[in-house]
């Protein structure tokens, strides 16, 4: 007699719909048991939607542009649809027979001179997308929250040209997927659940993964496919994070997609300013994300660097207003204390972290030039910290100091990640994992240690001040749900080398003021660790460090 099986397939409908995690257990999962509900395992596929189901699908996307037509409190205009609104729902229709030039990759002289064009977006969005995205006012509600705060510190979808509408002309299954992977940003994954199972994660992916089998290739899909980058990074979903940045390199290079603004002729020219701007602002999106990731592994990277004459992105405020007369471009090479955006701010922020590489891969070719490389790279990295701590003063306002965070956080990241080897006493060999060296220091490196101990213990007390303003800032607006959302997790890496410093610190001298401001940083990664699931995997890192002590 075959055994009966303790575990479901899937999840049951129940914590589908309420988008919980499910135990799988038989008859009836804890969840359910607890709360009273019945739990209902039924696995047989769903039909597709009667004709009076698509309809009310479509009468409930009516509705949502008539709203968005209409005027909105608050500073989020609602732009309308159009008489392309039919595209953003789910298509009975057989798809287009379009499809996508496999000469670009097999043969581009042959795509050249034969005038192939990538198709137009046309693929069907599957039901469940329709779905999400027609739940009460989702759309208009999510572009509220994301606009308040994951693109007060990762601006790359243009606020004006929403207001606008312009890209509802146009909307299509890529639209669809950028509003999904706008809303997967925002949404809050509960500490005891898993960021990867997350059902609307599992959406999005599944709906990118369509997409792009179907041929369909857009700048939009490039927005949505970082989008969803941004989320496997902030909530430590690996190895799919590292891959994710990876394929946005591709996709980027695919699209001919530049820090110019400019791109290939594969998708349509830019009309205006602020379209060009927006495609610059996602090239240096993935350049960030590219960087930030290999920041613990110090793999290399899969995103070229910008030339010295690319431009950075301009003017936030000038950007999100569309105030051409504000719109002025710096080049790459821009002295720190000279650019104005905390996103251009954070870009050259990166850019440090492409130099500390650069420098650390001449420790093993040119000993000498390699040591006063360090030496002066650190100067430069310090005294950029300096200008940035400058700026901040807990007497701001709070989104003021918050939006600088994320770019004086990174370069602290990379004086870390320049100086780690050479604070032990120890030689070190080169590559990961401390191996001690069995040469001993020569005086050149005995005077780097003095140095980078000095210049990591500033650094850690810096970063203890700043956990310390973070958690008065939570503690103050504890009501404010959407606050932890305006706290960038670019601030996690260098929050974590600072556990780990203070933890090598205590070890060897058993100090109790390092205790203390250790158990502060660790009590702000906790409360991080409610929005960022990336905080809890660094806490879960520390208590590595600490065992191992």
């Known amino acids: ?26 008859p009836a999962c804890g969840l359910c048991l607890r709360t009273g509900r019945l739990c209902d395992y039924d696995e047989s596929p769903k039909p597709p939607p009667t004709a009076t189901e698509f309809a009310a699908l479509q009468s409930k996307l009516t509705e949502l542009e008539s709203r968005m037509s209409g005027s909105l409190e608050g500073s989020l205009s609602a732009p309308s649809l159009g008489s392309d609104a039919t595209r953003l729902t789910w298509s009975p229709q057989a798809q287009s027979t379009d499809r996508f030039p496999s000469a670009l990759f097999l043969d581009i002289d042959c795509y050249k001179w034969a005038g192939m064009r990538l198709p137009m977006p046309g693929a069907n969005i599957p039901i469940e997308v329709v779905t999400i995205l027609n739940e009460g006012d989702s759309i208009i509600e999510t572009c509220a929250t994301y606009f308040s705060t994951i693109h007060r510190w990762m601006p790359i979808v243009s606020k004006k040209r929403l207001d606008l509408g312009i890209p509802f002309g146009g909307g299509g299954p890529d639209l669809a997927l950028l509003f999904l992977a706008m809303k997967l940003t925002i949404t809050c994954v509960l500490s005891s659940e898993t960021a990867s199972e997350d059902s609307l994660y599992m959406t999005t992916k599944g709906f990118l993964a369509t997409l792009e089998t179907t041929g369909v290739v857009s700048f939009r899909c490039l927005q949505a496919l970082t989008l969803v980058a941004l989320y496997e990074y902030s909530h430590s979903i690996y190895p799919a994070a590292w891959m994710t940045v990876g394929a946005c390199s591709r ?28 495609r610059r602002r996602v090239w240096w999106a993935i350049f960030i994300l590219d960087r930030v990731i290999s920041l613990g592994s110090r793999r290399r990277f899969s995103f070229p660097g910008p030339a010295n004459t690319d431009p950075l992105p301009v003017n936030d405020f000038a950007w999100n207003e569309g105030d051409v007369t504000r719109a002025v471009q710096c080049p790459a090479t821009t002295p720190f204390s ?40 650190s100067d ?15 007497s701001q306002q709070v989104d003021e100091y918050l939006d600088l965070l994320g770019p004086r956080c990174l370069i602290l990241s990379a004086i870390y990640m320049l100086l780690d080897d050479h604070c032990c006493p120890e030689k070190l060999q080169d590559g990961p994992g401390y191996n001690i060296s069995d040469a ?8 780097l240690q003095v140095n980078a101990m000095l210049i990591v213990q500033d650094i850690s007390n810096q970063l203890h001040r700043v956990t310390l303003q973070i958690i008065a800032i939570l503690e103050n607006d504890w009501q404010d749900q959407g606050l932890l959302g ?13 556990m780990a410093t203070f933890r090598w610190v205590l070890s060897e001298g058993g100090n109790e003021t390092i205790q203390s401001r250790l158990g502060d940083v660790k009590r702000c990664m906790q409360n991080l660790g409610d929005r960022w699931h990336l905080a809890q995997e660094y806490l879960a890192l520390e208590q590595v460090h600490e065992r191992a002590s």
């Open 486 to 498: 305006q706290i960038t997790p670019f601030v996690l890496d260098a929050l974590y080398c600072t």
């Open 251 to 278: 996709y980027a290079d695919m699209l001919g997609l530049s820090p110019s603004g400019r791109a290939l002729n594969h998708i349509s020219p830019c009309t205006t300013w602020t379209e060009a701007e927006e």
């Open 440 to 447: 001993a220091k020569t005086p050149e490196e005995q005077l």
């Open 1 to 26: 007699m075959a055994s009966i099986p303790s575990k479901a397939h899937q999840a049951c409908g129940p914590c589908k719909k309420h988008k919980r995690k499910c135990d799988k257990h038989l």
């Open 380 to 394: 430069n990295l310090c005294a950029l910290s300096v200008a940035l701590n400058e700026m901040q003063s807990p």
């Open 338 to 377: 000279l650019l104005e955006s905390p996103f251009a701010r954070l870009c050259h922020a990166a850019i440090c972290i492409s130099q500390v590489v650069e420098c650390k891969r001449l420790s093993q070719q040119m000993h000498t030039e390699y040591i006063s490389g360090v030496i002066t790279l």
